[in-house]
């Protein structure tokens, strides 16, 4: 399935996008025959357990010409074009990113790699849907970049997992577009002539560049494992205005999902609708040559044939 949120009568609401219609969850269970309706919100949706129900419940509607034009009719069913798509989770608790999680990335910043996955928490303030506008705060940083990422969002409760218990855990698969901006981040302060602690202070405590709001684009949808069952083999791409310029697989990531998990749940207890991220590969903006970075009009799109494309403008405040 492709869990979505999606914006209706000035509610956002939990649904389920079924070829060029949006199900909408609250409605679908009395319509196939269940007593009880599902929660209509993604969080709650994924802590209820019954993701196994849902797909059942779509699978019906998606064989039933005649269910599904019932539920077009009442609303239930919403054309995909008038849907407007937000973040499938809109305000997850956390949002855990991996850092160097890649190769070819540790490469090209001439960064050594870690024997263990290394992260940072990214506010969920930042999170915006897979097609809003990433807006360039007035502070006006001028080195705002891309990091496409592959990411999970749990399913149920989990705390010190085994990396053979941590994909149990997962609901299932989305993208997030890391957009972070440089010269707030340790390394590029020291060069504004900061003292070295206060470099340390600004940019690695708190990862001040990655927290803007709309800097966490994530969509479009949740894949749920059913549908996408090896997130080791994932394809990865991140296009700036037309010309691709991260392209990856998940394969090639030095931890595995199951790993990264494990290790970050030493620390977390992960609750449903909490989102981590599994890091960049090579391709962003500060590494080429020369530097090349986000401005008004550029157009971003982190894409995955089996996830779906967040496309998103870049405007200016």
Not at 58 to 87: C, F, I, S, Y
Not at 206 to 220: A, D, E, I, R
Not at 276 to 297: H, N, Q, V
């Amino acid at each position: 399935m492709k869990l979505v949120s999606f914006e209706k009568e000035q509610a956002t609401r939990a649904g389920v996008a079924l070829k060029d219609v949006v199900l909408d969850v609250t409605r679908l269970q009395g319509a196939t025959g269940g007593a009880a309706a599902f929660p209509g919100e993604m969080k709650a949706l994924l802590a209820s357990g019954r993701l196994a129900e849902l797909k059942q419940a779509v699978d019906r509607v998606a064989g039933d010409a005649a269910l599904l034009a019932e539920l077009r009719r009442t609303g239930a069913a919403v054309a995909a074009a008038e849907v407007r798509l937000v973040a499938p989770v809109p305000n997850p608790g956390l949002v855990l990113s991996s850092g160097g999680a890649y190769r070819d990335h540790l490469s090209e910043m001439a960064v050594q790699s870690h024997r263990d996955p290394i992260g940072f928490i990214k506010g969920s303030s930042a999170v915006c849907g897979p097609h809003d506008a990433i807006v360039l705060p007035s502070t006006a940083p001028d080195m705002v970049d891309w990091e496409g990422e592959f990411a999970c969002v749990i399913g149920r409760t989990c705390f010190e997992v085994s990396p053979e218990e941590a994909l149990d855990c997962v609901a299932g698969y989305t993208l997030i577009n890391d957009v972070s901006a440089r010269d707030w981040m340790l390394g590029f302060l020291g060069a504004k002539g900061e003292a070295p602690l206060d470099v340390y202070i600004k940019g690695s405590m708190n990862v001040l560049g990655k927290q803007y709001p709309t800097f966490c684009p994530m969509g479009p949808c949740i894949v749920t494992k059913d549908e996408l069952r090896d997130p080791g083999n994932v394809d990865l791409s991140t296009i700036v205005n037309g010309e691709v310029m991260q392209s990856a697989n998940t394969r090639d990531l030095i931890h595995g999902l199951g790993q990264t998990l494990s290790y970050f749940s030493r620390w977390f207890r992960f609750q449903p609708g909490d989102v981590i991220s599994t890091g960049t590969p090579a391709g962003i903006g500060f590494a080429r040559k020369p530097p090349r970075f986000l401005r008004p009009g550029d157009v971003v799109e982190v894409r995955s044939e089996q996830i779906g494309s967040l496309r998103n403008v870049v405007a200016g405040r």
